[in-house]
């Protein structure tokens, strides 16, 4: 099975991050902006591409850094007295369950005041996150077999299963071709398992380069139970190229499955070689015509992807399509293949059967392959609306508006100045007006009230880097991906210019990201 490019299901196995605790700010003694809500857990992003085959609350004298990864708190939503936008108008305050205002001419306005408890329940709740949509954490991946091409190949536990039940069942099979092997026979075995992957490695390959050749990076190849999986990060520009990129795989299958025909010719059929050869011709046979089917997850669902996009004009058409065959492909597996094998047509009847236990295991592998085929075709269509909705992600519209203040500034001050400018984020510069770091929301609820006018905002800020610095024009794949890179709660959002446009927060993306997703295609 194949989803590799934009409409392949994102890893399921990723582990769930830690929650730290973290809330918009607490409103001051001098009427500071007050906590926003929680934003919910981050939805997935990224497109894998699949190929099967049969922290406590910071104090105010030692903030806490937030952590380098997807673990870091939510955003600050205070500010300061002048607006770092001249064009930007001081908005009233709002309600303190504010959602980001979206309005493309500023960044977002402040939210109102409230009891400074209730900041710290929200904070103290774990609720937030406030960090921007993970690609799922990969797991160990298994076994590092090597790097064909730059790309990391592991051999996932799961195969180790499967090989075992292909050394046993291939094992029965000689016995009765080949009954003077003996024991060795499992040996033989054992060997036609790793032959068989060493093909669907090659298949995986196949994916592999065509997706380098069109500039499509690929994360990792997978060998696991049931196949292998080709991580292609990102779709297909084209429907010619995502016909490509699926048609490959089958059409290497078939490729493998001639030369192992060839190499059987000057070899004797009732030798050991022979019933390799012949097996390994078959499975590879096999491989190619299931990945055919029309379906996804399976490449032949992405070659009917790439067809009904040609047609339609719309890659979103095709998926839906693709999909939706791909159920029906599931459920006829669940019912015909086990219907197929009891009637004989896989080369035994019912009374050559091994009777009651072998229609349950034939049961229980088709049961097994059909979920395979429905969370894949299933998956498929929410990757895909999640790519028809991720433009709407835009840095300039989820900007918070922000005001600077110098580094000894009283915190208490600062919110003062803030929720007189309607400013949601504080960022902290020098005696020049540039820009040396930013005040983190999560550090300014963990200050009591009273304590305030004795805390300066430089001790509550973390230090502005490279990669902290985005541009408002980012929009969609490339705003996820510059916040990826250096996971943070807030970042600097600046003009082309290098003119400071205000601060966006890694909890609004995440909110912004949930609403996209909850609407229709």
């Given at each position: 099975m194949d989803v590799s490019g934009g409409s392949g299901q994102p890893r399921s196995e990723n582990a769930e991050p830690t929650e730290h605790p973290a809330g918009p700010t607490a409103p001051t003694t001098d009427g500071g902006p007050d906590p926003a809500d929680a934003p919910t857990a981050p939805p997935e992003t990224e497109a894998s591409a699949r190929t099967g085959k049969p922290s406590p609350t910071p104090s105010a004298e030692e903030p806490t850094e937030p952590t380098a990864g997807p673990?870091?708190?939510?955003?600050?939503?205070?500010?300061?007295?002048?607006?770092?936008?001249?064009?930007?108008?001081?908005?009233?305050?709002?309600?303190?369950?504010?959602?980001?205002?979206?309005?493309?001419?500023?960044?977002?306005?402040?939210?109102?005041?409230?009891?400074?408890s209730e900041g710290r329940a929200l904070a103290d709740s774990g609720m937030s996150k406030g960090r921007p949509p993970q690609r799922p954490k990969e797991p160990g991946g298994g076994l590092l077999m090597g790097r064909p091409f730059g790309v990391p190949v592991y051999v996932a536990p799961s195969w180790f299963l499967v090989a075992a039940l292909i050394t046993w069942v291939f094992g029965g099979q000689l016995d009765r071709v080949l009954p003077e092997l003996g024991a060795a026979r499992y040996l033989v075995s054992l060997f036609f398992a790793v032959a068989f992957y060493a093909s669907?490695?090659?298949?995986?390959?196949?994916?592999?380069?065509?997706?380098?050749?069109?500039?499509?990076?690929?994360?990792r190849i997978q060998l696991q139970f049931f196949g292998g999986v080709s991580e292609i990060e990102k779709e297909a520009e084209t429907p010619g190229r995502e016909f490509v990129l699926a048609f490959v795989g089958p059409l290497l299958s078939l490729a493998l499955s001639g030369v192992f025909y060839l190499a059987m010719q000057p070899v004797e059929p009732g030798t050991v070689p022979g019933v390799l050869l012949a097996g390994l011709m078959v499975s590879n046979l096999i491989v190619a015509a299931f990945n055919l089917?029309?379906?996804l997850p399976l490449d032949g669902g992405r070659?009917?992807?790439?067809?009904?996009?040609?047609?339609?004009?719309r890659p979103m058409s095709g998926?839906?399509?693709?999909?939706?065959?791909?159920?029906a492909l599931a459920v006829s597996v669940l019912i015909g293949l086990p219907l197929l094998n009891y009637s004989g047509a896989f080369g035994g009847g019912a009374e050559e059967t091994g009777g009651g236990m072998d229609t349950v295991t034939d049961?229980?592998?088709?049961?097994?392959?059909?979920?395979?085929?429905?969370?894949?075709?299933?998956n498929s269509l929410r990757m895909a609306r999640l790519r028809e909705h991720l433009p709407e992600l835009r840095a300039r519209t989820l900007t918070r508006r922000a005001v600077p203040v110098e580094t000894d500034t009283p915190l208490s001050e600062a919110l003062r100045r803030a929720n007189a400018a309607g400013a949601r984020a504080l960022v902290v510069v020098d005696a020049d007006g540039n820009p040396l770091s930013l005040v983190r929301e999560a550090a300014i609820v963990g200050v009591p009230e009273h304590r305030?006018?004795?805390?300066?905002?430089?001790?509550?800020?973390?230090?502005?880097?490279?990669?902290?610095?985005?541009?408002?024009?980012?929009?969609?794949?490339d705003l996820l991906d510059v916040l990826r890179a250096t996971p943070a709660t807030e970042y600097l959002v600046v003009e082309e210019t290098g003119e400071i446009y205000g601060v966006l927060s890694a909890a609004d993306v995440e909110r912004a990201f949930v609403r996209a997703m909850a609407r229709p295609s």
């Open positions: 673990e870091t708190g939510e955003a600050p939503e205070t500010a300061t007295p002048e607006d770092t936008r001249a064009d930007a108008p001081a908005d009233a305050p709002v309600s303190d369950a504010a959602v980001p205002d979206t309005r493309t001419d500023k960044p977002t306005d402040a939210p109102g005041t409230s009891g400074e669907v490695l090659v298949h995986e390959l196949a994916h592999t380069v065509a997706a380098i050749r069109f500039k499509l990076p690929v994360r089917l029309p379906g070659m009917l992807r790439a067809v009904v996009w040609k047609i339609t004009g998926t839906v399509a693709a999909a939706w065959v791909g159920r049961a229980l592998l088709a049961a097994i392959l059909a979920a395979i085929i429905w969370t894949g075709a299933g305030r006018p004795w805390v300066a905002v430089s001790g509550l800020a973390q230090d502005l880097t490279d990669g902290m610095r985005v541009s408002a024009e980012l929009a969609g794949e």
